[in-house]
């Protein structure tokens, strides 16, 4: 049985040469959650995620995983290694590949270039592969080039991409950001898949309709620190969040 906390955040502050892009940030990330992570531009949302990968050093205070791995220490690729897997905007499939190799180049990562090229793939690996292209919607056309998906499928891809590594913990930085609103759906219906006791899912989203239906707790950031944490509910009648963000 997996630790309650997944991620573990605790009065951390990152500056920039004199500016605090997050100020005493505390707070709990736990499996079996989706946590949306709500806020204004420039409330720091991204730059925790640069944080939890390794991406950006805290300036100082704590970012650990799983309460014993302080990731403070640990570099983007050990990050990564330890199961933390982000979804940037914008994708990094490989267009002229199609949606099964795309996945098989991601389920090989992580080993040297050659053995990547010459490794045949187990029959779990297979297996999971058609998992993952089930669980992301593209099942019904394995053969089909990335380059010409929609732009919606591209970020199913990517998200497949992460998946076929069993991540414990999956960030998704704005992910149905241009997505049309039948996309942004289909999107809502896979992050409720991804649901499980042994993964922590953290979403960034300024679509409010989106995260009030994908989200388990909402916890709001402005300038660096968090404003406010709770249900959907709960933070949509906060004066304050309305004040600084919901209500403009
Ligand atoms: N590498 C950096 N160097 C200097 N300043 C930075 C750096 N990264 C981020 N910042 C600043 O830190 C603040 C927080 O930025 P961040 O990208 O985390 O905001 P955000 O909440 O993700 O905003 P958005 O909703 O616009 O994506 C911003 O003022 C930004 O300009
Ligand atoms: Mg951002």
Do not use: C
Request: glycine share 10%.
């Amino acid at each position: 049985m997996k630790q309650l906390t997944a991620i573990y955040v605790d009065g951390l502050h990152v500056n920039f040469s004199g500016f605090a892009a997050i100020t005493n940030l505390t707070m709990d990330i736990r499996y079996g959650e989706v946590r949306a992570i709500i806020g204004p531009n420039g409330a720091g949302k991204t730059t925790l995620l640069d944080v939890i990968t390794g991406k950006t050093r805290p300036t100082s205070g704590e970012v650990y995983l799983d309460k014993t791995i302080d990731l403070s220490r640990h570099d983007e690729a050990s990050i990564s290694r330890h199961g933390i897997s982000r979804k940037f905007q914008k994708p990094s499939i490989f267009d002229a590949l199609n949606i099964e190799q795309n996945l098989e180049l991601a389920i090989r990562r992580g080993r040297g270039y050659v053995d990547m090229l010459r490794s045949r793939l187990s029959g779990e690996q297979h297996r999971k592969i058609g998992e993952v292209m089930d669980l992301i919607g593209l099942a019904a056309s394995p053969g089909q080039l990335a380059g010409t998906l929609s732009h919606g499928q591209k970020q199913w891809l990517e998200i497949g991409m992460m998946l076929v590594a069993n991540p414990q913990v999956l960030l998704l930085d704005e992910p149905v950001a241009g997505m049309s609103d039948h996309e942004t759906q289909r999107t809502a219906e896979l992050i409720a898949r991804l649901k499980s006791p042994e993964r922590a899912v953290v979403v960034i989203e300024h679509d409010m309709d989106f995260v009030g239906q994908v989200a388990d707790l909402v916890t709001v950031l402005h300038e660096g620190s968090v404003l406010g944490e709770g249900s959907m509910d709960k933070i949509r009648n906060d004066p304050r969040v309305i004040q600084v963000y919901l209500g403009r």
